[in-house]
Nanobody, 125 residues
Framework: QVQLVESGGGLVQAGGSLRLSCAASGRTFSIDVMGWFRQAPGKEREFVAHIRFSDGYTYYADSVKGRFTISRDNTKNSAFLQMESLKPEDTGVYYC??????????????????WGRGTQVTVSS
């Protein structure tokens, strides 16, 4: 099993920045992909970004491309999401997810085996 814990959420004004962290514990040697998803009230959980630990490959949703940066620390089994130029529509609960990386399609929720409990991000206008 792998446990994921997110941190770094909070309240920020539009145009501001936040850095989210996701710490993995347990059988982390099996993990090669970590991703971030978000869910606004009354909406479906949506993909934000993912990163492959083995080679650093990253992929972003169009809505955050150029504003958000996903990174990883292999030695600490952690992933990060640096969020810049935040907009009110970025508000939501941000979830970290992880998987072994065998099958691809990591912009889809169902591709991930492990999930954190989420951290709230609120962007005021």
């Amino acid at each position: 099993q792998v446990q994921l814990v997110e941190s770094g959420g909070g309240l920020v004004q539009a145009g501001g920045s936040l850095r989210l962290s996701c710490a993995a514990s347990g059988r982390t040697f099996s993990i090669d992909v970590m991703g971030w998803f978000r869910q606004a009230p009354g909406k479906e959980r949506e993909f934000v970004a993912h990163i492959r630990f083995s080679d650093g490959y990253t992929y972003y949703a169009d809505s955050v491309k150029g504003r958000f940066t996903i990174s990883r620390d292999n030695t600490k089994n952690s992933a990060f999401l640096q969020m810049e130029s935040l907009k009110p529509e970025d508000t939501g609960v941000y979830y970290c997810a992880a998987d072994r990386g065998y099958f691809g399609g990591y912009s889809r929720k169902r591709s991930y085996e492990y999930w954190g409990r989420g951290t709230q991000v609120t962007v005021s206008s």
